[in-house]
């Protein structure tokens, strides 16, 4: 079996996942006139709302997709929650606008946003189990992290794209072209993972009819301390990742009157950033030891969060792009091996289910 091509796949797959699912975030203060009420002030908090509902749905994701990867195969639920994606991308590409269909305009984008966030639900975790178990133990940091990378190279490129359709000599609607391009790119990573093939733990389940009957009832029978564990390590590492990147990029337009394509060229180069630190954290982590490592990190923050609190109160260009980098920095660093933990937190049996709901 070639595992090695599994694992290519695997990892280029995902980055092209993420380039669908977090591109709505950087596009927000375009879309968000287009697909709620002009004259409405909160216009943008229902963009952000819209937003923030793909990740209250990733727990429903978690458990389907949870379930699939570990009764069905890691690879047959990787590969839905591609298939799955390509339907609510391709539709926000091509929906109207308020003005053309009135409140049916941002429902049905929040439908979409609802099933984009489903299939994220299983996506991550499907990465992260599916590469964790086609790769040496010792390298688990250095694996999460090349995962995370992959991630973070994806959502750049969409925002690269992004930017170069926002440019103010393309037409209003240009916006749509890097959705839709996303939508087919899906396709071409879907047909990707069908090429994969399964990992030697899970083979090995299937083998011996070691099988879980229902996973996620042993991951709340056998595994309440990993999942918590596995919980806090997440929030705070998606924390940083997500003030840093959407809420602060978007400072760009609403505060320091940026063109969109400015704001979304800053967030590509931010993002090739915490993909190249992810890589580095994760070759550190490994070398000095992975747990040793994040709780010295987790020390270091605590300590660095005192003077950078009193750094926000400023809305200049400079002071925002250097918080930015500071907090990439921090983040990067420790979102990268963090997940490496999660091969070792759940028992073959029932992992998938357990990542993915530790990852929502």
């Keep these: 079996m070639n595992y090695n091509r599994s694992i290519r796949y695997a990892l280029l797959s995902h980055g092209l996942e993420k380039y669908d699912v977090f591109l709505y975030g950087f596009l927000m203060p375009i879309m968000s006139p287009l697909f709620f009420p002009k004259d409405s002030s909160l216009a943008m908090y229902f963009a952000f709302f819209t937003f923030a509902s793909g990740y209250l749905i990733r727990p429903l994701g978690a458990i389907v997709f949870g379930h699939l990867g570990d009764k069905k195969g890691r690879k047959r639920a990787f590969m839905w929650t591609m298939l799955l994606v390509i339907i609510?991308?391709?539709?926000?590409?091509?929906?109207?606008?308020?003005?053309?269909?009135?409140?049916?305009?941002?429902?049905?984008?929040?439908?979409?946003?609802?099933?984009?966030?489903?299939?994220a639900g299983g996506e991550f975790s499907g990465a992260i189990v599916f590469v964790l178990e086609h790769a040496k133990n010792n390298h688990s940091g250095l694996t999460s992290s090349l995962v995370r990378a992959i991630g973070f190279f994806g959502v750049a490129f969409g925002t690269f794209i992004g930017s170069l359709a926002t440019l103010e000599i393309m037409p209003n609607w240009s916006w749509r072209i890097p959705i839709l391009f996303g939508a087919a790119?899906?396709?071409?990573?879907?047909?990707?993972?069908?090429r994969m093939e399964e990992t030697p733990e899970f083979i090995q389940l299937e083998q011996s009819r070691e099988l879980s009957k229902?996973?996620?009832?042993?991951?709340?029978?056998?595994?309440k301390k990993s999942v918590l564990c596995g919980f806090g390590i997440m929030t705070c590492s998606y924390i940083f990742l997500y003030y840093t990147?959407?809420?602060?990029?978007?400072?760009?337009?609403?505060?320091?009157?940026?063109?969109?394509?400015?704001a979304m060229t800053i967030n590509t180069i931010l993002?090739?950033?915490?993909?190249?630190?992810?890589?580095?954290?994760?070759?550190?982590?490994?070398?000095?030891?992975?747990?040793?490592?994040?709780?010295?990190?987790?020390?270091?923050?605590l300590l660095m969060m005192i003077p950078i609190y009193f750094y926000l109160d400023s809305n200049s260009f400079y002071h925002l792009i250097g918080?930015?980098?500071?907090?990439?920095?921090?983040?990067?660093s420790f979102l990268g091996p963090a997940?490496?933990?999660?091969?070792?937190?759940?028992?073959?049996?029932?992992?998938?289910?357990?990542?993915?709901?530790?990852?929502?």
């Design 88 to 119: 609510p991308t391709f539709i926000i590409a091509c929906l109207p606008t308020y003005q053309a269909i009135g409140i049916v305009a941002p429902l049905a984008l929040l439908s979409c946003r609802l099933l984009q966030g489903f299939c």
């Design 339 to 360: 997940a490496g933990l999660f091969k070792n937190l759940f028992q073959a049996r029932y992992r998938y289910s357990g990542v993915a709901l530790t990852c929502t």
């Design 214 to 223: 229902i996973p996620l009832i042993e991951v709340f029978k056998h595994a």
């Design 271 to 301: 993002l090739v950033l915490w993909g190249v630190v992810n890589l580095i954290a994760g070759k550190q982590a490994d070398r000095i030891g992975l747990k040793r490592y994040l709780r010295s990190l987790c020390y270091i923050t």
């Design 245 to 262: 990147t959407v809420y602060l990029g978007s400072l760009y337009k609403t505060q320091l009157a940026f063109s969109a394509s400015q």
């Design 323 to 332: 918080l930015q980098l500071i907090l990439t920095l921090i983040g990067a």
């Design 185 to 194: 790119v899906s396709l071409f990573a879907y047909l990707m993972r069908k």
